[in-house]
């Protein structure tokens, strides 16, 4: 089965600019995950999906990060306005359901300058 | 708030010794538990699992202890070989699954 897909690979911005990533899940995969990982760091969940459903937004900074899942498949995540501590590497994972076996993308390389 | 604590945070071997990583959690309810091994550069790849009706898993040369009681799990992985450096990553999935947290991570080095 294909992988978890995402795009873009790599992304320079300026702070106080937006960007946008996108992920595709493995098909029929229920649950899907945004991680943020700074360098030197352990995967900090962002957002948990559960289809179309948000379960877990708890650690999102929502004044300036959004994201959607339109139709329980593929998601997106937007930055608006970025800042320099935004720079990390931005995965995007899913499962076939909770607490299953997470597969990850090859994630998106921010760089906030 | 829920945290998991890893340690050591960094780890040297010699080959064919045993490395040993463990996990502190904060979240009596958690129930889930996952090993990531990532490499520089990479994605996390998961290598071995644990729930919490379980006391050990085994695969090859990966084990996994798990001790409620205590809140703490531990890695163990056998004959190490080179391509086991790399940096791993322990999980805790929380109440009802909601509530994932990562450990900050452990840097392997297996010296040949």
């Known amino acids: 089965e294909a992988g978890v897909a995402q795009s873009p690979r790599y992304k320079i911005i300026e702070k106080r600019q937006s960007v946008a990533f996108w992920c595709n899940p493995i098909?029929?995969?229920?649950?899907l995950y945004w991680y943020q990982q700074i360098l030197g760091q352990g995967p900090k969940l962002l957002i948990q999906?559960?289809?179309?459903?948000?379960?877990?937004d708890s650690q999102l900074p929502k004044d300036r990060f959004s994201a959607e899942r339109l139709k329980g498949v593929d998601s997106t995540l937007k930055i608006q306005p970025a800042k320099l501590e935004d720079s990390a590497v931005y995965l995007c994972?899913?499962?076939?359901?909770?607490?299953?076996?997470?597969?990850f993308g090859p994630g998106t390389r921010l760089t906030v300058t | 708030g829920e945290n998991v604590e890893q340690h050591p945070s960094t780890l040297s071997v010699q080959e064919g010794d045993s490395a040993v990583i463990k996990c502190t959690y904060s979240?009596?309810?958690?129930?889930?538990f996952p090993w990531y091994k990532q490499e520089l550069g990479k994605r996390p790849q998961l290598i071995i699992d644990?729930?919490?009706?379980?006391g050990e898993k085994k695969d090859q040369r990966i084990a996994v202890t798990l001790n409620k009681t205590a809140k703490h799990f531990s890695l163990h992985i056998t004959e190490t070989q080179p391509e086991d450096s790399a940096v791993y990553f322990c999980?805790?999935?929380?109440?009802?699954?909601?509530?994932?947290?990562f450990g900050p991570g452990t840097s392997l080095s297996v010296i040949p």
């Open positions: 994972a899913s499962s076939r359901d909770r607490a299953r076996e997470q597969y």
């Open positions: 098909s029929g995969h229920a649950t």
């Open positions: 999906f559960q289809n179309n459903g948000v379960v877990d």
């Open positions: 979240d009596s309810a958690s129930n889930y």
């Open positions: 644990i729930r919490s009706n379980v």
């Open positions: 999980a805790a999935f929380g109440t009802s699954y909601d509530k994932v947290i």
